[in-house]
């Protein structure tokens, strides 16, 4: 037991660091704020704020009062991005939390973080690679150009839209029915339909192309991607404050402003959590930082900050234009532009401006993530816990490529077949589990290793971590008992891992028994 609890200190790391050669050192502040922008904004705003208003047959939306549900998660993600803050400054070393547990709650307890993170980043961008391919579809389609229905979905999607649509009384929209086309327009293979998300898989082989290339290359790529999606959702905001009807907000026949009370605002709070994972993916570029004792904290908290004030404006705006209730589709902004009254040209030259603004965010979404979880590999590959071959740096771009290239091919595979509805819930227990940790492992170290300097310190220690751990467990509370199930398995595969491969090539143990040896 107190092998599985060993502790690695910062001064291990930073030996390992100089022992495998450490990664390229070119980011600054502004480079890591847009990297938390271009992390943060994404298929959370664009898809699931729908399902957050609305609801869904597991639980109440927030109606117009998503506002509260938006503040409700910001506080709990603020609290969290302190403690993020303060350990990415103090270890910059690449792994985000799952370095952070090891430093301060130890190996054990550092692998079910890790194995934690590749929910949050690699699963999680699943669900964005499928959300940014439904709006690359709606963007062509402007165009004239369609793709067939069969090559731009997933299976379970077709064959539950085919469903619906034979089913009596059933009332469908237009996209509902292109998603059935492809239950029967489909070309067979061994007598099952071939129904496969060819853009949202493409889109992840590109995403890889650029990330193997260089760190530098990829910043710049998402600091461009970062301008064009902020711009956009400012021209949604601009146009929807000329469209916004104030009885939208408390028409008593649709319940007013809060019409799920409490329940409705803390399940969409969990529910739009998704919306704000990506920030603490700032932390995991923390070895690859010009001065991360500075720029790290700043690059965490104002990301945080300009996403909030962003979501908040749109959240006002679009329960402004439409009846609330008409909102829960998977493209909620369009759909509130398609419902506003105001002229027909303005209306729809503004939808194609935000399927692009969908199409352009998201892409910038799925390559923070994409940068993120091949890092995580890395420095668990550095520890001895996975394959040494997920530690190669490439001679040339001094980029994690085998990690890049095999996350690449696994997200893009699943993203090709999986139900966006699968991951979503799963990615904000796993990254709440995560904040949790990081808050406690703020305490932990404090009172192991007070002497640490820390150029960022959390204020009112342990006030605000408390509540930061109070805060995200009661989102999770607030997700389905399916998603808690799907949880626990995870972790339990993860177990399985650790103790027939980590725990016996632990470089830690390995160090730890040497020195034993000598003595």
Not at 304 to 320: D, E, K, N, R
């Amino acid at each position: 037991m107190r092998g599985l609890m060993a502790r690695k200190s910062v001064a291990d790391f930073e030996a390992d660091v100089a022992s495998h050669g450490g990664l390229k050192r070119t980011l600054g502040k502004w480079h890591l704020t847009a990297l938390g922008v271009g992390a943060t904004i994404g298929a959370g705003i664009f898809v699931t704020t729908g399902t957050a208003i609305v609801g869904d047959p597991l639980r109440p939306g927030a109606g117009p009062a998503i506002i509260f549900s938006f503040l409700l998660t910001a506080v709990a993600c603020g609290f969290a991005a302190l403690c993020y803050a303060e350990f990415a400054a103090m270890v910059p070393i690449s792994g985000s939390a799952y370095t952070y547990a090891y430093a301060a709650l130890g190996e054990f307890v550092a692998w079910i973080i890790g194995w934690d993170l590749i929910i949050e980043y690699a699963v999680g961008n699943i669900g964005v690679a499928i959300g940014w391919s439904g709006y690359f579809r709606e963007l062509i389609g402007h165009f004239g150009w369609n793709l067939p229905s069969w090559l731009a979905t997933d299976y379970r999607s077709a064959h539950g839209a085919f469903v619906q649509l034979g089913t009596p009384g059933s009332v469908v929209d237009a996209t509902t029915r292109y998603i059935a086309s492809a239950w029967t327009t489909a070309p067979h293979l061994f007598g099952l339909p071939l129904i496969i998300n060819l853009p949202a898989a493409a889109v992840v082989a590109l995403i890889t192309v650029i990330l193997v290339i260089g760190i530098k290359e990829s910043a710049d790529a998402n600091n461009a991607m970062v301008l064009l999606k902020v711009g956009i959702i400012m021209f949604f905001i601009a146009v929807g404050l000329f469209l916004i009807h104030p009885s939208n907000w408390t028409n008593p026949a649709t319940g007013g402003f809060v019409p799920n009370g409490v329940a409705g605002i803390s399940a969409a709070a969990a529910i739009i959590f998704f919306s704000y994972i990506g920030f603490d993916a700032v932390s995991t570029a923390a070895e690859e930082t010009r001065n991360p004792g500075k720029d790290m904290p700043f690059g965490i908290i104002m990301s945080l900050v300009v996403t909030t004030l962003l979501y908040i404006a749109i959240s006002v705006v679009m329960t402004g234009m439409a009846p609330w209730k008409l909102l829960g589709t998977a493209e909620p902004m369009i759909t509130a532009l398609r419902f506003a009254a105001g002229p027909p040209a303005l209306l729809n030259a503004s939808r194609f401006i935000v399927a692009l603004g969908a199409v352009i965010a998201m892409g910038s979404v799925l390559l923070v993530f994409q940068l993120g979880q091949p890092r995580i590999f890395f420095s668990m590959s550095r520890d001895g816990l996975l394959p040494p071959v997920l530690a190669r740096v490439h001679p040339r771009f001094k980029t994690p490529y085998v990690g890049t290239i095999l996350t690449g091919i696994f997200v893009a595979v699943f993203a090709a077949f999986a139900n966006i509805a699968e991951v979503v819930d799963l990615t904000n227990i796993g990254t709440l589990f995560a904040f949790v940790l990081v808050s406690a492992g703020v305490i932990v170290l404090r009172r192991t290793d007070p002497d640490r300097p820390r150029p960022f310190r959390v204020p009112w220690v342990p006030l605000t971590t408390l509540i930061s751990i109070a805060a995200c467990f009661y989102l999770m509370t607030q997700l389905p008992a399916i998603t808690w199930i799907r949880f626990i398995i995870w972790l339990a595969v993860g177990l399985v891992l650790y103790f027939t491969y980590g725990y016996g090539h632990s470089t830690l143990r390995h160090r730890s028994e040497l020195l034993k040896d000598r003595e």
